[in-house]
Nanobody
């Protein structure tokens, strides 16, 4: 079992920054790759980024490179996503998800980011 709780979503103006957090429990966090996935209003799920279990390797969707930074603190069982220079198209619910065996088997309930004037 696992529990993931996202936080940090907010209403921000274009050009602003946010740091999303994902607190985890119920599994050995440091053993697993983790992901961020987002869903914009009326659209499907979009993979954002992944990070290896140690944090040494990070991956981003092409459209996310440069403004998004994924990180983790294995001592705190926490995952983070820094988003800079926010754009209106970043408006979405952001989910963290645990990866196991090639699947994202546990998801949080998401945190809402709204980018608007």
């Amino acid at each position: 079992q696992g529990q993931l709780v996202e936080s940090g979503g907010d209403l921000v103006q274009p050009g602003g920054s946010l740091r999303l957090s994902c607190a985890t429990s119920g599994f050995t966090f440091s053993d697993y790759w983790m992901n961020w996935v987002r869903q914009a209003p009326g659209k499907g799920l979009e993979w954002v980024s992944a990070i290896s279990s140690s944090g040494s390797n990070t991956y981003y969707a092409d459209s996310m490179k440069g403004r998004f930074t994924i990180s983790r603190d294995n001592a705190k069982n926490a995952l983070y996503l820094q988003i800079d220079n926010l754009k209106s198209e970043d408006t979405a619910v952001y989910y963290c998800a645990k990866r196991s065996g090639g699947l994202m088997d546990y998801w949080g309930e998401g945190t809402l980011v709204i980018v608007s004037l």
